[in-house]
Structure formats: structure tokens, C-alpha cells
């Protein structure tokens, strides 16, 4: 279960997310970075409790009113930078519970790269999402809901701890991470998640929210 708390971020993840991805390959051209909006979300927990793993469902206008683009931007919150991962860096936010939390490009952090391969290779779901007050958990229905392709008897296959071990390069559609043995392949570009190529024995994730059925997120190659 991921704890939740009623705070304010400043900057918000929103705001601080937008100056990041604009620049990123797989941003469209076109697209108006002004229209950029949050459509759902879905987190992940990270065992040791110390590391908030969140994917935002993105929105943004294209150009001349062509329609709609949708991105997948995955972020993990940290306490203290994340050594190792300075090219996965995006910036802090001032969180009004937590203090200074130092946000990154997940693709970069083997903690959300560990939960992902988890969550696809053992046919998993996303974190149930909770506030604690006055010693009490109250549960808050999530926006997304993804499910992994694999069985929970299955073997999950060790993942790098190191930031400096994973090796990832994004293209105009994906972000493809190379984590020890594995190929992990996320979607960004939603609207192409064909591109993904998924083939025999590859481990999928799938999410629906809105009005969006099984779409696919990521592939997991071993």
C-alpha cells in the first residue's frame, strides 16, 4: 500500500515535470506545452518504504487543435539524491510534509526498474493508495489500474541496485533501459505503443483508466 499525505509541492510535479519533458525525444512535435494536464496516475511501493514510485498520465493539446497526445512519464521521489543517477535528475520539489524531495526520471531508478519487472513478471497490479489520520487508514480509489502479464508463481529476475548499472536511451516513442540480463522497454508515447513490438515470452504492463481499455506501458525482455 502507498501513504499518501495531504500537502502542497512547490513546485508542483505537474510544473516541475513540464520543463523536463518538453525536451525529451519523445516529446511531439507540435504539441503545446502550455496544455499540459494530468489525466491519472498509478504508483507502485517500494519495499523499504523509502522511495515514492508514481506514473503520470499525461495529456497535451497538438497543434491547431489536430488532437490530443498522451504520455507516460514514470517519477520516483527521494529524500536525498540518488547516487548515480544524475543524468535521470529532473529537480526538487518542496513537499509540505516530507521536506525537499528530489524527483527523478523513473527509467533512471532501480527501484522503480526493480517494482516494474516485479510487477509485470509476477502478474501483479498497482499499489492500493491510503492517507493515515488519527491513527486510522483511509483508502483512496486510484484514477489508473495496471495488471502485469505474468503469474505469481513466477521467478522474478534480479534487477541492478545501482543507478550507474542501468544504461536507457529514449527514442521519438519509448525509453528502452538495459538492467543486467533484461531489456525493459517503456512507453511514452502512448498513442504508438505499437512500436513496442512485443513478442513471445515478452512480460507486459497494462493499465486502463478514463476512457482508455488495456493499453500497453511496458515490455519486459529477458
Given at each position: ?112 526498474l526493480a517494482e516494474l519487472v516485479r510487477t509485470v513478471v509476477s ?92 493499453s500497453l506501458l511496458a515490455v519486459v525482455r529477458n
Amino acid at each position: 500500500m502507498a501513504l499518501l499525505h495531504h500537502a502542497e509541492l512547490v513546485p508542483s510535479k505537474l510544473d516541475l515535470v513540464s520543463g523536463w519533458v518538453t525536451a525529451q525525444p519523445f516529446w511531439p512535435n507540435g504539441a503545446q506545452p502550455a496544455s499540459l494536464r494530468r489525466v491519472a496516475a498509478f504508483r507502485f511501493d517500494d519495499p523499504a518504504g523509502k522511495v515514492g514510485i508514481e506514473t503520470l498520465l499525461l495529456h497535451c493539446d497538438e497543434a491547431h487543435g489536430n488532437g490530443v497526445v498522451s504520455l507516460q512519464v514514470p517519477l520516483t521521489y527521494r529524500e536525498a539524491p540518488l547516487d548515480g543517477g544524475e543524468s535521470a535528475f529532473i529537480g526538487t520539489t518542496e513537499h509540505s510534509v516530507l521536506g525537499t524531495r528530489w524527483v527523478y526520471d523513473a527509467t533512471g531508478d532501480p527501484v522503480y526498474l526493480a517494482e516494474l519487472v516485479r510487477t509485470v513478471v509476477s502478474g501483479g497490479r498497482e499499489a492500493e493508495l491510503y492517507y493515515e489520520e488519527g491513527g486510522e487508514r483511509t483508502v483512496k480509489p486510484g484514477d489508473a489500474q495496471v495488471r502485469g502479464s505474468g503469474h505469481p508463481d513466477a521467478t522474478v529476475p534480479p534487477t541492478p541496485l545501482d543507478a550507474a548499472d542501468l544504461t536507457g536511451t529514449s527514442d521519438a516513442t519509448t525509453t528502452t533501459v538495459a538492467a543486467g540480463d533484461l531489456r525493459v522497454q517503456v512507453v511514452r508515447l502512448l498513442a504508438a505503443a505499437e512500436t513496442a513490438h512485443p513478442g513471445d515470452g515478452d512480460g507486459l504492463l497494462i493499465g486502463s483508466w478514463d476512457d482508455v481499455s488495456d493499453s500497453l506501458l511496458a515490455v519486459v525482455r529477458n
